[in-house]
């Protein structure tokens, strides 16, 4: 036992070594993807991203489990994993990932029918849809370790890209309590700029700072600019715009009641019930709300949900927005900072969000992953015009943790 101990000791006495993963990540016309994501699915905090050249270098604990996955990810594309004993073995892993548009797309099937009949068909799915979901999305607690990307643009230039490891937590929806029903808890931050970055962010300022060295104006009022706290406020502001709302809740949100405002498809091997809402105060704020929810057409199962929101914004000189209006705007990701900070007048926004599910051993349904894109227009009171456009994606990296609540 004596020598055994001291073999023992003489092992552990060597340092553990992690050991290196080298490749490339490509798309499929062979060119690099750069800040691509590269991490191990247990340890995305020790991850790594490709350079310009799409190339990563991710060191591998020796801890690692050899069948454990390395995820590779990228914004509009679909996520890969390998086991770490194949990617190890390959002095240069090559992995190609192929694009996945946000909002999916598919040949329409629809049966020729009466209009009679498609309308009783729509009613029935609705109604087995809607017990299928207060059934798979009781009232309860969802926790996801998430690994989140974000990518910032203005006129086709990216500016930015943002990483966080953290957790969501999804609580019931609550009028009473009020609040969010969505938190986000940050455990690490990588942000990386690109060199237009600051040229950009100097134009934002001169929109900003106009009102402020205007001499007809007697009271000047404290220079308007964006600083790194700011920069770091909207990333994360995005991280948790992607992820939007518990999915429980969004069924109460909507007029189930108005079967006018549904529609019934088939695309591919889902049925999809398709719910409109259009909203128009005056002219002044114009907006689409389109959620397509594609569910199995026996068991009525949720697998995914593709949502786009497209708004128009058009303030008279002078006009006060109203509380109504305000809460559209800022579901476009708008808030009140922006409109005074830029004296917008004329905005454009479109927003699609994906979000994909997944059935647990347990039988819960949860998460699998989110994907959104954000494109938009803001015109200033002197018709100068700023576009801008935002990508993210978040990918639960975890196993949830389900909790259910009387």
């Not at 990617?87 to 990932?97: A, E, G, Q």
């Not at 849809?129 to 798979?136: I, Y």
């Not at 969010?180 to 962010?201: G, I, M, Q």
């Amino acid at each position: 036992m004596k020598y055994f101990l001291y073999i023992l000791l003489f092992f552990c006495s060597f340092p553990i070594v992690a050991q290196n993963a080298v490749g490339t990540v490509i798309d499929e016309d062979g060119e690099p993807i750069p800040y691509a994501s590269v991490y191990v699915k247990n340890d995305p905090i020790g991850g790594t991203m490709t350079d310009m050249d799409g190339r990563y270098n991710l060191k591998i604990d020796s801890l690692i489990a050899s069948d454990d996955e390395v995820i590779f990810s990228f914004i509009g594309y679909r996520t890969e994993e390998f086991s770490v004993a194949s990617i190890i073995s390959d002095s240069n892993f090559t992995v190609t990932l192929v694009e996945q548009p946000i909002m999916l797309e598919g040949a329409v099937v629809k049966a020729k029918i009466s209009r009679k009949e498609s309308t009783k068909l729509k009613k029935e799915a609705l109604k087995k849809f809607v017990e299928q979901m207060a059934n798979d999305f009781p009232k309860r607690t969802a926790e996801y370790p998430v690994f989140s990307m974000y990518n910032g643009s203005q006129d086709e230039r990216q500016l930015i890209h943002h990483e966080i490891v953290g957790t969501i937590k999804e609580y019931p929806f609550d009028n009473k309590r009020g609040g969010d029903s969505v938190a986000l808890v940050v455990k690490s931050v990588k942000e990386f700029t690109t060199d237009e970055a600051k040229t950009a962010y100097d134009m934002f300022n001169e929109i900003a700072d106009e009102r402020i060295n205007n001499p007809k104006k007697k009271k000047k009022k404290n220079k308007l600019t964006y600083t790194k706290r700011d920069l770091d406020y909207q990333a994360l502001r995005m991280h948790r715009f992607l992820w939007g709302g518990p999915t429980g809740s969004l069924i109460d949100m909507l007029n189930i009641k108005k079967p006018a405002k549904w529609d019934y498809t088939m695309i591919g091997d889902d049925a999809v019930l398709t719910y409109t809402e259009k909203e128009n105060y005056m002219g002044i704020v114009k907006g689409e709300l389109q959620l397509h929810f594609y569910i199995d057409p026996v068991t009525f199962q949720i697998n995914k949900i593709a949502q786009s929101l497209s708004g128009e914004l058009h303030i008279p000189f002078g006009y006060k927005l109203k509380d109504e209006e305000l809460e559209f705007i800022n579901a476009l990701q708008f808030g009140h900072d922006t409109l005074d900070r830029y004296r917008v007048r004329h905005a454009y926004v479109d927003v699609l969000r994906n979000v994909f599910f997944r059935r647990t051993q347990e039988g819960d349904v949860v998460i699998r992953e989110k994907n959104l894109e954000v494109r938009g227009d803001i015109i200033d009171t002197k018709k100068k015009k700023l576009s801008y456009s935002a990508e993210a994606k978040a990918i639960v990296s975890g196993t949830p943790k389900i909790t259910k609540n009387d």
